[in-house]
């Protein structure tokens, strides 16, 4: 009873946080109950009527309960652009590590419905550990944000094998088998992946092998013992003990010569599946797109990193100087799913979404009818930033991102839609408004056109200026 007693609201915290509103969602609630390794059978029970029971029941409970959970903080209020620790969901935890995974975007906000077709996750290994062999149904783009591993990847008959660090990308193909290891001797490895589903959009699992009973299960076991027998040629006994192994999970220990003999590979490595470039490119040393002394600009897109070409997603890299800041600027067709790899600072953004969308609520709600587009208000999303913390900045959203006066702000974006984006800025030298013809001008703002152009050309620096917290009041020239 006891251990019964311990276990079950462990058992209902995992399924609560893993579920969703959709059959899919209610098959992976079971599935996490099957593979739950700790707990009894009768436990087992229980758990897939947990499952059943949120899935049925308590649809509307949940909905209600998670937005009552924004409310009262300042990052979290009406605001489904910014995710935090808590909106991560847990797939694989050892002693050793952990794998994290946002939910379906569509699931927190059906604003973020263009980009549902992605996931995110962020993968965290101790230092000497070993990351089993797997693949996923999903193309991924990895960013290492710390760390020092080395990476391997099967794919076309091929391994190749390549030492990552900090600041590098590599694009890793659905289908691949990879496996990881955490070279450092103290320093965990932090991996942020975007990933792209290629058999249901927006979902994803992980497939593990070769070996294990469970905790991981080996793909193998899933057939029949007379398939195997023939397949691999092989008694079934020495089979039974191939795939009948207890595992400690994905993510385990390895002794100091097993990781000596697996990283003894170069940075970067060479890429022998023909056609294609290296195996990974690393973001900071790029040549900047843009750099002054509040801050640095990097990217990698398909142009320096060519495997990049048929996923159309690109990546940047900014370097917000302590005190500084970055933009107001939008981009043009991509959305930026951004993670803050270091520092701290915050962020606004303008989004005509969710001011019109709350008030068209209650409209609807006394009874009025809206059918007609309208402009504007414009709602200020802000929200403290922190190390880890995931933004989404949808296409079109002007934002600025502005460092902490005592600490470098540096976050990365993985641009979704990044073929042909263009990144537009709205102050500071080469603003889009200093394109505009006089007229326009005057137009546009309802004011003499030389008052505008006096405030739009104050501004010397482009792109990073310093913030707010830097100046000195009365310094602004208008
Ligand atoms: C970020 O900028 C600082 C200077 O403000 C520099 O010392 C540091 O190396 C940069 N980091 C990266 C990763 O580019
Ligand atoms: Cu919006």
């Known amino acids: 009873m006891m251990v019964r007693a311990k276990v079950l609201p462990f058992l209902f915290c995992l399924v609560v946080v893993a579920f969703g509103t959709k059959e899919s969602d209610l098959k992976q609630c079971k599935h996490q109950c099957k593979v ?20 049925h029941g308590e649809k509307q409970e949940k909905e209600e309960e998670e937005i009552n959970s924004y409310e009262g903080k300042e990052e979290g209020k009406n605001n489904p652009y910014v995710f935090n620790e808590e909106h991560f969901i847990t797939g694989i935890k050892t002693e050793h590590g952990r794998i994290r995974v946002l939910p379906k975007f569509s699931e927190r906000s059906k604003l973020l419905k263009g980009i549902e077709n992605y996931r995110f996750a962020i993968l965290e290994a101790n230092p000497k550990t070993f990351v089993v062999p797997n693949h996923w149904d999903a193309d991924a783009v990895l960013f290492v944000a710390q760390g020092r591993g080395t990476l391997s990847l099967v794919r076309k008959g091929k391994r190749n094998s390549f030492n990552i660090g900090r600041g590098d990308v590599i694009k890793v193909c659905a289908g691949t088998t990879a496996y990881l290891i955490n070279r450092d001797d103290n320093e965990k490895l932090l991996i942020a992946k975007l990933l792209r589903p290629v058999s249901t959009p ?28 023939a397949a691999l040629n092989t008694r079934k006994d020495r089979l039974q003990r191939l795939f009948g192994q207890p595992r400690e999970g994905v993510i385990i220990r390895a002794s100091e010569e097993q990781i000596r003999v697996m990283s003894q590979h170069e940075e970067g490595g060479i890429w022998p599946f023909r056609g294609e470039s290296k195996g990974s490119v690393n973001i900071y040393k790029q040549r900047p797109l843009q750099s002054n002394q509040y801050g640095q600009f990097y990217q990698v897109d398909d142009s320096n990193y060519k495997q990049l070409e048929d996923l159309d997603i690109s990546l940047n890299f900014a370097n917000i100087t302590e005190g500084g800041m970055l933009g107001p600027i939008y981009s043009s067709r991509a959305t930026k799913i951004a ?69 470098n702000l540096q976050i990365v974006g993985f641009n979704v839609n990044a073929r042909n984006n263009e990144i537009v800025p709205l102050a500071g030298r080469n603003n889009v408004m200093s394109q505009l013809e006089r007229e326009a001008l005057e137009l546009g703002f309802g004011l003499p056109a030389r008052e505008v152009e006096q405030i739009f050309q104050s501004q010397q620096e482009e792109f990073f200026f310093q913030g707010p917290g830097g100046r000195q009041s009365g310094r602004a020239a208008a």
């Open 36 to 55: 739950l390794q700790q707990i009894e059978e009768y436990q087992r029970e229980k758990c897939y009527e947990i499952c059943e029971k949120l899935y």
């Open 202 to 229: 927006g979902q994803f699992e992980h497939f593990f092998g070769p070996g294990g009973r469970e905790n991981p299960e080996s793909f193998y076991s899933a057939f029949s013992s007379e398939i195997l027998e």
């Open 339 to 407: 993670v803050v790899v270091e520092g701290e600072g915050y962020f606004e953004m303008a989004c005509p979404h969710l001011a019109s969308e709350s008030e068209s609520e209650s409209g609807r709600r006394q009874g009025s009818k809206e059918t007609e587009t309208r402009i504007g208000p414009y709602q200020k999303v802000h929200s403290k930033l922190r190390r880890g913390m995931v933004l989404v900045i949808p296409a079109g959203h002007p934002f600025v991102a502005v460092a902490s006066t005592n600490q």
